[in-house]
C-alpha cells in the first residue's frame, strides 16, 4: 500500500512525484487523463509559456536548447512526457476520482475503479480542468457558437466568421491576436474587456524578465529588490490612444494582472483587432455590449479564466480571495506564504496554486518539495508518538 496519493498527473502532480521518490517514500499519482499533462496537449497551437525556459523546467533536467526562450505548450508536453519515462514514475492514468473524505487519521479516496485509504493525500488538479463562464443574462439561449477559451483549439474552424473574444488575461490576448493574424477571418475581431487589459515588455530593457530576476538576486537586498520591482511594473503605457483599453486604477489593473508582448498592438494598429466593451447581454443572434451597441457575431470565445478543480474534496474549508483551500499558517491575499497542509486538516496537501513571483512552473518544484518535506516531518512525529514504525 502506497503511504501518499497525488491527485493530478499534470506538472505539478510530476513534480511531487518526483520529490516523492527521491525521499523514498512509496506513493501513486492519479489523473482521469489517459494521458500525462493532458491539458497541455489539448491547448492552442500558438501558446507559449510566459515564463522563460530558466526556472520553467523540473528538477534535474532543462529544457532543449531547439525550445528557445518562450517553450510553446507543445514543447512543454513533449518534455513532461519525456521527463515521467525517465523517471519511471508509479502513475496510474484513466482514473477519475470522485471523492476524498477524512477517515481514522487517514483519508478515503473513491474513484470510478476503486476505493482506498491513505494517510496522506496531495491535491494536485490546478485549475485549469474547470473552466469558468459569468451568469451574462440571455446567454444560455445564444443561437451562435460559444464556447470557453479552454475549448479552442486554433483559428481553422472560425475561417469565415466575425468573431468576438471576452477577457483580458493572457488567453484572450493571445486567441484575439492569432484570430486577428489569421487570413479567412472576418476582421476586425473584437476583444471585449471590462477592465481593460495590461500589456507588459516580453523583453523589459532587452533582456527576458528573469534573467533580471537573477541579476537582481546577485545584487545586494538594498538595489535588487527596487531593481525587480521597478521591471515588474514596466508597461506599455498610452494605449488609449490606439484603442486598446486599460486598467483605470489599481484594483483594475490588478483584477486584470499583465500579458507579455506586443503583438496585441500590433494587431489593434492593423485594423485586425478592435477592443470593445464587456458583453451585458446576449440576444440569440447578437451581443449587447456594455455602452449599449449591438454587435452581431458568429462565434464568442470566452476567454474568462478557471476555478480550482477540487469538486472531489468532501470536507468543509475555508477558502483565500481566489477560492483555494486555506492553508496552515497562509495569507488569504497571498500564496506564497503558509504550509502545504490544508487549514485543519492533517494529512491533506495542495500544491500548484501560486501563479507569479518566478513563475508557476518553477512554483510547482518548490511547493511539491515543501508538501513532501511537511509529510517526512509528520511521519517522524508520529513514529516518535509510537503512531508509526520506524521508517
Not at 486604477?249 to 492593423?270: D, F, K, M, N, P
Not at 512554483?363 to 508538501?371: C, G, H, L, T, Y
Request: aromatic content about 10%; some cysteine.
Amino acid at each position: 500500500m502506497e503511504q501518499v496519493l497525488v491527485i493530478g498527473a499534470g506538472p505539478a502532480g510530476i513534480a511531487c512525484a518526483y520529490f516523492l521518490q527521491q525521499a523514498g517514500l512509496t506513493y501513486k499519482v492519479v489523473d482521469k487523463a489517459h494521458e500525462i499533462a493532458s491539458t497541455w496537449n489539448s491547448l492552442y497551437p500558438s501558446l507559449r509559456l510566459n515564463t522563460t525556459r530558466f526556472f520553467s523546467h523540473l528538477p534535474g533536467k532543462r529544457f532543449p536548447l531547439s525550445y528557445g526562450l518562450f517553450p510553446t505548450a507543445k514543447q512543454y508536453h513533449r518534455y513532461l512526457v519525456d521527463y515521467v519515462k525517465e523517471h519511471r514514475f508509479n502513475i496510474e492514468l484513466g482514473v477519475t476520482v470522485q471523492r476524498v473524505a477524512p477517515e481514522n487519521d487517514g483519508w478515503r479516496v473513491e474513484t470510478d475503479q476503486w476505493s482506498a485509504w491513505y494517510p496522506y493525500v496531495i491535491l494536485a488538479t490546478g485549475r485549469f480542468n474547470k473552466p469558468w463562464l459569468p451568469d451574462i443574462p440571455g446567454m444560455a439561449h445564444y443561437q451562435k457558437t460559444l464556447i470557453h477559451a479552454h475549448d479552442y483549439l486554433g483559428a481553422e474552424p472560425f475561417i469565415g466568421k466575425r468573431v468576438m473574444v471576452v477577457g483580458n488575461g493572457p488567453s484572450g490576448v493571445d486567441i484575439a491576436t492569432e484570430l486577428g493574424r489569421t487570413e479567412g477571418i472576418m476582421k476586425p475581431v473584437l476583444l471585449a474587456q471590462r477592465t481593460g487589459v495590461v500589456l507588459r515588455p516580453r523583453y523589459p530593457w532587452g533582456l527576458p524578465k528573469h534573467l533580471w530576476v537573477i541579476i537582481s538576486e546577485m545584487l545586494p537586498d538594498c538595489i535588487g529588490r527596487p531593481l525587480i520591482n521597478h521591471i515588474n511594473n514596466l508597461r506599455f503605457e498610452n494605449l488609449d490612444r490606439i484603442g486598446i483599453k486599460t486598467p483605470q486604477s489599481e484594483a483594475e489593473s490588478s483584477a486584470a494582472g499583465g500579458t507579455r508582448g506586443r503583438e496585441l498592438i500590433q494587431v489593434v494598429q492593423a485594423g485586425k483587432v478592435t477592443c470593445v466593451d464587456a458583453p451585458v447581454c446576449f440576444e440569440p443572434d447578437a451581443v449587447i455590449l456594455q455602452n449599449g451597441d449591438r454587435v452581431q457575431v458568429d462565434a464568442v470565445i470566452m476567454g474568462t479564466g478557471y476555478l480550482p478543480a477540487l469538486d472531489y474534496l468532501d470536507i468543509d474549508y475555508e477558502t483565500d480571495n481566489q477560492g483555494w483551500p486555506l492553508r496552515v499558517d497562509g495569507d488569504p491575499d497571498r500564496h506564497d506564504t503558509g504550509k502545504r497542509q490544508v487549514l485543519g486538516y492533517p494529512g491533506l496537501y495542495l500544491v500548484g496554486v501560486f501563479y507569479t513571483g518566478k513563475g508557476a512552473m518553477y512554483n510547482f518544484n518548490v511547493e511539491a518539495k515543501q508538501a513532501v518535506e511537511e509529510i517526512l516531518a509528520s511521519m517522524h512525529q508520529k513514529q516518535k508518538d509510537g503512531e508509526l514504525p520506524p521508517l
